[in-house]
């Protein structure tokens, strides 16, 4: 037996010790939440609570008895509530926050946060309006912070393999048609919390009804396979089936997305029997249907119709907590379908379907953006 210089072994033994530690002596993200109105929050923290990477240091929103039952609930620890967003933010310093307000307060988490130079990730969509999404814009730049958006549609495997079949292998051609289906059978019907639904029916803190909630996500997937090119125009159709459920708002959209070479139909929905979360998109010679985020079918010229399994998503873009910690440590910027540009032409998209449902015409982008 060849035996090993004994300082080698000594070496190597330190090497082994060391090794270990070093991962272990990278502290957890310090992560604030900001806002619990929005409903995804409950599910956000019970996977940031579960895991060691991430240190939950400040829960903020208004309403007390609201954090109070989210306190006891999860089990919070002590010190970690607040009622003012300007004292968590300055007592807790943390690295990230985390916005799970009302859309319409987005504005104000971004510049509070960007005063203080933390990066921000809320809950889709971005804003009620241009002119909210400006601000945003605006505050990003002036504090110098990442601000993106999380989708649950951005982590799905189905649609990673779409933009590699589509945009990197080029094997369907060029995009002619998109379509997308978002929806359940409402907030109500599903049972969403007092204070998600409360927002969610009120026109001024959603933006619309289903047209925002649902038709954000097929402007978002159109704007990632479009390369962030703004549309031609938008023509949409709202309609109100459950006028006793949702008086002030929409509960019906269906929006056309013109593009030079390509149309984009979304299709957001409270009335639909089940979930469904549906991509499709049609190329010259060739097509990829996406059924939430592990179905999919693709048919091509010398392959026909046939399922396809999807390739796992990149370890930092699996779940919205991965991508965060990767963003916000700086090892990555905020992926495209996150991304504050993306998310910016989302916003124009909705707006401008909202004035055409508003004024029954068809409403043609100016050639720049106004605002920006």
């Known amino acids: 037996m060849m035996r090993r210089p004994l300082g080698l072994l000594i070496a190597v033994c330190a090497l082994a010790a060391v090794a270990p ?13 900001a806002g619990l109105v929005h409903g995804h929050v409950s599910g956000f923290l019970r996977s940031a609570l579960g895991r060691s990477d991430v240190q939950i240091v400040g829960v903020y929103d208004p309403d007390a008895a609201l954090v109070r039952s989210y306190a006891e609930r999860l089990k919070l620890a002590e010190g970690v509530t ?14 990230a926050v985390a916005s799970f307000t009302n859309t319409y307060d987005h504005p104000a988490i971004v510049e509070a946060a960007a005063a203080r130079r933390i990066d921000v990730m809320m809950e889709k969509p971005l804003a009620v309006s241009n002119a909210h999404a ?7 730049e002036r504090g110098g912070i990442q601000v993106f958006v999380n989708y649950e549609t951005t982590w799905y495997p189905s649609h990673g ?9 080029q094997a369907a051609g060029e995009i002619r048609k998109m379509v997308a289906m978002d929806g359940h059978s409402g907030p109500k019907a599903i049972n969403v919390q007092p204070e998600f639904l ?12 289903a047209l925002f909630d649902f038709g954000c996500y097929g402007a ?16 949409a159709v709202l309609q109100r089936f459950q006028p006793s459920v949702y008086p002030r708002v929409d509960d019906e959209a269906t929006i056309l997305v013109e593009y030079p070479k390509a149309q984009g139909i979304i299709q957001a929905s409270w009335n639909w029997p089940f979930n469904r979360k549906d991509l499709e ?29 999807p390739e796992p998503r990149p370890a930092d873009e699996r779940d919205s907590i991965a991508h965060l910690l990767a963003v916000a440590r700086g090892k990555r910027q905020p992926n495209a379908l996150s991304s504050l540009a993306n998310n910016l032409i989302v916003t124009e ?20 953006p106004a605002t920006r």
């Open 21 to 33: 530690m070093r991962g272990q002596d990278t502290p957890p993200l310090r992560l604030a939440i």
């Open 82 to 95: 607040f009622s003012d967003l300007g004292t968590m933010l300055d007592r807790t310093k943390p690295e």
């Open 134 to 140: 400006e601000r945003i814009r605006a505050a990003a």
């Open 161 to 169: 393999s779409i933009w590699s079949l589509i945009k990197e292998k």
């Open 198 to 209: 409360a927002w969610l029916s009120d026109p001024d803190k959603n933006g619309a009804g």
């Open 220 to 235: 978002n997937l159109m704007t990632w396979l479009m390369d962030n090119a703004r549309p031609i125009s938008v023509t």
């Open 281 to 309: 998109v049609y190329g010259d010679h060739g097509q990829a249907i996406a059924t939430g985020g592990n179905g999919l079918r693709v048919a091509l010229p010398k392959e026909p119709d046939h399922a396809v399994t």
């Open 349 to 368: 998209i909705l707006e401008a379907a909202r004035e055409s449902a508003r004024t029954q015409k068809r409403v043609t982008l100016s050639a720049a």
